[in-house]
């Protein structure tokens, strides 16, 4: 069975950090690009970064510089770090894992994110 399950969402202050996680367990780990993307009410889905196999990542315009991507392979894991948060970055945040050749894809049940004073 495949799972996604993200964690370390909360509420933070302008210019806080934190750092989301994604276990995921089911299918093979490393044959998919997993990537971060986000919801904010009344708003598409919009991608936030994503990271292939080999540990290479894309950004986001609007979080490059201030977001970083990781993963571990061994440990079948995704992070997402995120400093210098601003009250435009709240949103529902969900992990995705995408088959890096048939492009099939998996979502997550996704971790809120609230940034406010």
């Known amino acids: 069975q495949v799972q996604l399950v993200e964690s370390g969402g909360g509420l933070v202050q302008p210019g806080g950090s934190l750092r989301l996680s994604c276990a995921a367990s089911g299918f093979q780990f490393r044959i998919y690009v997993m990537g971060w993307y986000r919801q904010a009410p009344g708003k598409q889905r919009e991608l936030v970064a994503t990271?292939?196999?080999?540990?290479?990542?894309n950004y986001s315009d609007s979080v490059k510089n201030r977001f970083t991507i990781s993963r571990d392979n061994a440990k079948n894991t995704v992070w997402l770090q995120m400093s210098s948060l601003k009250p435009e970055d709240t949103a529902v945040y969900y992990c995705?894992?995408?088959?890096?050749?048939?492009?099939?894809?998996?979502w997550g049940q996704g971790t809120q994110v609230t940034v406010s004073s």
């Open positions: 990271i292939t196999s080999s540990g290479r990542p």
């Open positions: 995705n894992a995408e088959h890096i050749l048939t492009k099939n894809d998996y």
